[in-house]
């Protein structure tokens, strides 16, 4: 799959855009119930700030996920994640509290100023395979990323 993003960055009153583009792969079914993915991310425009156009983190990321037996009371998805440049890795796991509400829990590793630490987000799917996911993570000295994402499955 792929996705275009556009992304909007605003630090004290100077603002700056850039556009990219994400790609991966997903290999279902590895193993039952063992999904494996490889994704690279942010390859596009730099955003500029003021004068100065730095790069976006382009990242190479290796991952996998687990369904856990779907006769548990909440199904749940329990995911490790690892970034190849710069090297960390998050766990993760994702629980369906009914057909269209989600509730994810997670933790990232890494230096404080990159958003390491606890993560949470919630996730509404319709019956048009529409989706609207909301996450929250640390960010060190910035304060709380807040991140929010329209989806649509066709």
Known sequence: GASLKVISMKIDDKSANAFCLDGGLLYKDYYPNLNLAAVLTNLGTK????????????????????????????????????????????????GQISPIFSARLGYASGPADEGSGLTAGLGITTQQSLSLDYAIRPYGELGLSHYISLSSRF
């Open 47 to 94: 955003p500029k700030f003021i004068d100065q156009a730095d790069p976006l983190p382009l990242s190479l990321r290796l991952g996998g996920a687990y369904n856990l037996p779907k006769s548990l009371p909440i199904p749940l998805l329990i995911a490790l994640d690892t970034n190849l440049f710069p090297f960390y890795i998050s766990l993760g796991m994702e």
